[in-house]
């Protein structure tokens, strides 16, 4: 009889132990905001990337004899259709508005990249050796908080739009990012003077944030432990503490995605950010001013993907911020 009912009661099952990773990525899968947005996002960047060879016209092409033309029209040079006609110079909206994806993208993304490296680097610093190095620093990124950032923004973006040499680029970071931005290297110019604009006052909330998180684990056993075993400061903050205080950074970051587009279109349409004939969604919005209240559509050419990017990225935050959350226990 034992041996019986040792063979029908049924065996214990091993539960499979998840990685952080998969954990992170089963809930951001619940987020379907997130994920429709996340798509929304791939579909973008996609047409972005292949800008060139979507674009039926080349950016700068125009026919003044072909101004706003209807979309749908036939041109008589080329045989080409422009698909949401043409601006006010007659250059093809659907080729500009595909470039201007790939320049504002590359700008938002370039700056966020930036602004959170600079917020890594002082949050940390300050958060782990404190003190009066601490103090000076958080006292700056609390004085610079206090100003409205727009001004401040028109003010140096002016200052460098007629001055571009004070800030000296590196000829080969303007040939690369040239290229990224299917820009002429003097061109490219003024966009890398806008990433630094942006990315100049970005890196605030990340330094506060990673302060906090190093105030909190600079106390842990795992650093004592590995400065028992001879590591230095610079090997603890960047090769420990740093990694395990990434989680507010990265939310952080998903969520400034959708600020630096506005943001760049803001100073494009207020004539501060990259100029025309480059082509941006912000200088595009700027140039229907005068022609919105005879076409009204033409402004939303340019401004559906404004909105559609910074509400996409603003759900994808959302969803990491969720999917990051270790109080969460689904």
Known sequence: MATKAATLSPEPRMMKEETPAAIVLRRFRKHRLAMISLGVIAVVFLISFFAKQLAPFAADD?????????????????????????????????????????????????????????????????????????????????????????????????????????????????NILGKVMLLRPSDARQAVLIVLVLAGLGWLTAAQLMRGSILSLREQTFVEASRSLGAGNGRIIFTHMIPNSMAPIIVDASLSLAGYIVAEASLSFLGFGIQDPIPTWGNMLSATQAYMFDRPWLPLIPGIPIFLCSLAFNYIGDGLRDALDPRLKT
């Open 62 to 174: 125009l026919n003044v004899n072909n101004r706003f033309s209807t979309p749908g029209t036939i041109s008589a040079d080329s045989g080409k259709m422009h698909i949401l006609g043409t601006d006010n110079i007659g250059r093809d909206y659907f080729s500009r508005l595909l470039y201007a994806g790939r320049i504002s993208l590359t700008v938002a993304f370039l700056s966020v990249l930036v602004a959170e490296i600079v917020g890594i680097v002082v949050g940390a610093v300050a958060g782990f050796y404190g003190g009066w190095l601490d103090s000076i620093l958080m006292r700056f990124v609390e004085f610079l908080l206090t100003i409205p950032s727009l001004p401040l923004l028109l003010i140096i973006s002016s200052m460098l739009i007629r001055n571009p040499d004070l800030i000296p680029i590196p000829e080969p970071v303007l």
